[in-house]
């Protein structure tokens, strides 16, 4: 039985957190499509496709350095569209589940994100992707960031050069999630370990269920004959 305090509400934004190459797009497309088959009205809102569109896919990793200024203004006004964008949809086209896709690698991005939501009445869980396995994180930048749109028409080489240079921008900046008055779930290293705290509803319990049986490695599909 649950108790008192375990909510049944189906309003919900799910804030992706974690370092670029780590998988949070797959994993936000694969929750979204999990939730919508559980029959949830569920959208993902990708804040690279906003930026995207406002400063064009060609970007040098300088944009992403925290010491740039307008780099910061430019991509803190793409972030703030597509929340936006997530919280009209939720008001105006009965959108229940939002998970917003993106970095959101400060405690001061996150503190935002979460204020925008408490005023329009949604609730927050925030889903940290961690990992620190240098093979898988080679295998993203390989198998994921050389087909992105940001590096289209560019050498392979220098993709993976730009990119890892951008990657380290982030590390300078990132600040994990360690406040325990948050709803969250840490994924570390493709599901080896799972932190969860305050999962305080049933759709919450549901994203958790889902992530335990979640890979983002590839893994052998044997076919039988009998």
């Excluded at 670029?20 to 936000?28: F, I, L, Q, V």
Aim: with cysteine.
């Amino acid at each position: 039985m649950f108790s008192s305090s375990f909510s049944f509400r189906t309003n919900l934004v799910i804030v992706m957190v974690g370092l670029p190459a780590r998988g949070k797009t797959y994993t936000a497309r694969r929750l979204a499509r999990y939730l919508s088959w559980l029959g949830y009205n569920a959208n993902v809102f990708n804040v690279g496709n906003y930026r995207r569109e406002q400063v064009g896919r060609l970007v040098h990793h300088s944009f992403f350095d925290p010491q740039n200024a307008d780099g910061i203004a430019a991509r803190r006004r793409a972030a703030m569209d597509a929340l936006d964008d997530l919280l009209r949809w939720m008001r105006e086209e009965d959108g229940q589940i939002g998970i917003y896709d993106a970095t959101n690698s400060t405690r001061e991005r996150r503190r935002l994100v979460r204020e925008r939501c408490a005023a329009a009445g949604v609730d927050v869980l925030y889903l940290e992707i961690i990992c620190q396995d240098p093979e898988i994180i080679e295998a993203n930048i390989l198998e994921t960031k050389l087909t992105s749109p940001d590096y289209m028409g560019i050498s392979p080489e220098d993709a993976v050069q730009d990119f890892r240079a951008r990657i380290a921008h982030y590390e300078d900046a990132y600040e994990t999630i360690d406040d325990t008055g948050l709803c969250f779930i840490k994924l570390i290293d493709v599901g080896r370990q799972m932190v969860i705290n305050r999962i305080e509803s049933y759709l919450m319990s549901q994203v958790v269920h889902f992530l335990t049986n979640l890979t983002i490695i590839p893994r052998p599909i044997w076919l039988t004959r009998h």
